[in-house]
Each structure stands twice: as C-alpha cells, then as structure tokens.
C-alpha cells in the first residue's frame, strides 16, 4: 500500500508531532539512541544500497552485468540495482573550532541519508515518488481528504522521456544522493556551504562508478561527454548511449541566499539549468535541521526557491525534507514556523516503515 500524506496545519501540527514521539518512547529499546552519525569510528564508510533478501548469488550476477555495461530491466514499482559507496568522512573536523567554525555537522555521514535511499528505491509503499500519481491527503488520523498529484521525483522507466531534476540543500560531504539518485533524473544539483564543497566533490568523484545508468557532464567537476564513436567503430551488439546526468556541485549559504537579483546570485547558473531543463524539479534535504538557530534560514531559502521555481520557471514546488527525531522541541518549532509563519503546506509522510524508524519525512508545497 502506498503511503498517505497528513495535511498539517495550526492544530494537527501538535497531534503529529505527539502521536510520533510516543511511537519513539514505544520502540525505545529496539531503536538506536544515539544522534544518527553513520559511523564515528572510521574516516573511511562502506555503505551498500540495495534491496533487501538479495543473496550473494544475484549480487555477482549483477555486478557482471554492469560491467557488460548491461541495463537491468526494472519492474515498474521498485529498483533492482545494488550501489556500494567509498564515503571519505572527518571526524576531526566535526569538532574542530578551525574547520567549522559555523557549527556544521555537514563533515560526516549521518543514517538518514542511506534509509531515506533505500526506502525511495525499494520501499513498495513509495512507489508514488517513483510512479508519478495520486496520493491520498488526510486531514487527520481518522478523517479522509482528498488526493494529490504528486510528480515522480525519481524516474525508474526508460520511456518516460520528461526531464526531472533535483535541488539538494545542505548535502555535506557524502555525496550519495548525487550517484545514486543521478541514475534516475536527468540534472542533480547539490549544494552547501564552501567549506564542505572540496570533500562532498572528491567523494562524489570517487563514486562516479555507482552512475551505471547516465552519462555524467559537470561544469563544476569538470566532466565532459567522450567524443563519439565513429561509424567504422560501431558494432551492431553495441548498445544504445545512456542518457546524460547533469551533475553540478555549488556552494549556497541560507544566511546570505538572495535570489531576487537573478543575474548575480551564486545560484544562477545552476537554477538557469533545473528551470530551463526539467519539467519537474524536487528540494531534497535530509537532516538539516538539527537545532533551532537553522530553522528560519531554512525556511527562508525554501520560500525563495519556491518562488524562484514558480515564477521564472513556472514549475510546481515540491520539496522533501528528512529529519532525524532528537529533540521533540526543535521538531515542533520547525513545523511551527513553516506551517504558521510561512504558510507552507506541510504533509507528514504517513507510511510504516518510516514510522519504524528514528526518521520522519516531510512533503512541503
């Protein structure tokens, strides 16, 4: 069954935000209790995503299809691929008063990353975000509503030739998202503050591997096309080009984002290329929000860039934002703020493997 979304508005807010912390208190012996680093141990992560009850026997079988440079076919609902990332991450950085001295935790890999990957791709109940189709809206725990139209944010069919891109804030050093979620959107921009930019491109570099489904161009990483193959070098079992990646790598301060001079904004480029290109474009964010100081510069960013979508590009708004639940505060105040303040339309991502885990996802419009 696919996921449902729950409307949140200046009452709901507190039911959600009660209901899913007494959910946490419930499972507290069987979820972590720690603050969602992936790993604090190692400067180096392997992290495997795939599906699950996939034995060693399919794992060989489909290496060696990649490497035949084969495209697997893909059921229509779920992804088939397996992905393992080479993470280069810093410890030392995290608590360094002379790298980071803004407090970022954008040094490290953090758990709601990999399960917001693996739920996207495998989960049968997110099928909707792969699918492109109606979504039931609730407007309470036992109210029924109406449905949404939801783009798909990942395209899994190689015959659906629209254009999809995505936008991802505060992406830090792992670059996962970028190599994994490339092979299915045709541009994938992210973006952080400067100071995080040379680790999040030597690892997206590192990974380039995982991108088996696109071939990848990048202004930023420097990343051109191979020149094409001439008739005489053309066989007839060749198989057709893979479609191209747009992979860009920018820097973007929510503090000082201005987007309203469009010629000079650091983003220009990058936003000139999602608008142009895309038919649809999705805001990715997963665990920006970790204290209550991020709050309004997020919500500041997402209101320009929804604007920015809207009125240059004439693109729906559509943004997923990924928290890791810590503090039951700093969650209620960020949903307060951008459903009261900003009046943004926020859903609850109502769905049961989510809701057995530490994360909850968030559809905002």
């Known amino acids: 069954m696919a996921f449902k979304l729950w409307s949140l508005d200046e009452e709901t807010l507190y039911e959600h935000v009660f209901e899913r912390y007494m959910q946490l208190e419930a499972q507290c012996r069987e979820l972590p209790q ?7 141990s ?19 079988r489909r290496v060696r299809r990649r490497n035949r440079a084969d495209v697997p076919k893909d059921d229509w609902g779920v992804a088939v691929d397996s992905y ?27 758990s709601t990353t990999p399960f917001f990957i693996n739920w996207l791709l495998y989960s049968a109940s997110a099928a909707p975000f792969r ?59 992210s973006t952080d503050q400067k100071g995080i930019l040379n680790k999040l491109k030597h690892n997206t570099m590192e990974n380039l591997s995982q991108l ?21 070098e053309t ?8 479609p191209t990646l747009d992979l860009e790598v920018a820097a973007l301060d ?27 474009v999705y805001v990715i964010a997963m665990d920006v929000i970790y204290n209550e100081y991020l709050i309004d510069p997020f919500l500041k960013t997402l209101q320009q860039l929804k604007h920015c979508f809207q009125s240059t590009y004439n693109l729906k708004f559509h943004a997923i934002v990924g928290l890791h639940l810590r503090s039951q505060e700093v969650t209620t105040l960020f949903l307060e703020k951008a459903v009261i303040e900003h009046g943004l339309a926020v859903y609850d991502i109502v769905d049961q493997a989510i809701q057995e ?3 909850n996802f968030y559809l905002i419009t």
């Not at 720690?34 to 604090?40: E, K, N, T, V």
């Not at 393992?84 to 953090?110: A, C, F, K, P």
């Not at 066989?235 to 893979?242: F, G, I, V, Y």
């Open 34 to 40: 720690d603050l969602g680093i992936q790993d604090r």
């Open 42 to 60: 190692s400067g180096v992560l392997e992290l495997a995503i795939e599906p699950l009850g996939v034995d060693s026997s399919r794992k060989k």
């Open 84 to 110: 393992h990332v080479r993470v280069e991450q810093s410890i030392s950085s995290l608590h360094s008063s002379r790298d980071n001295d803004n407090s970022t935790t954008g040094y490290v890999v953090w």
């Open 131 to 189: 699918l492109g189709t109606q979504v039931e809206v609730v407007h309470g725990s036992s109210c029924e509503g109406h449905m949404l139209d939801l783009p798909k944010l990942i395209n899994l069919s190689g015959t659906d030739r629209s254009k999809r891109g995505i936008l991802e804030l505060g992406a830090g050093i792992s670059g996962i998202l970028p190599v994994v979620l490339g092979n299915f959107v045709d541009v994938y921009v």
């Open 212 to 232: 088996t489904r696109r071939q990848c161009v990048s202004r930023t990483l420097r990343l051109e096309l191979p020149p094409p193959t001439t008739s005489s």
């Open 235 to 242: 066989t007839t079992s060749e198989l057709p080009s893979k």
């Open 254 to 280: 929510w503090e000082k984002i201005n987007l309203q001079d469009e010629k000079t904004h650091s983003l220009h480029p990058e936003l000139s290329l999602l608008g142009q290109t895309s038919s649809s």
């Open 357 to 359: 885990s530490r994360f």
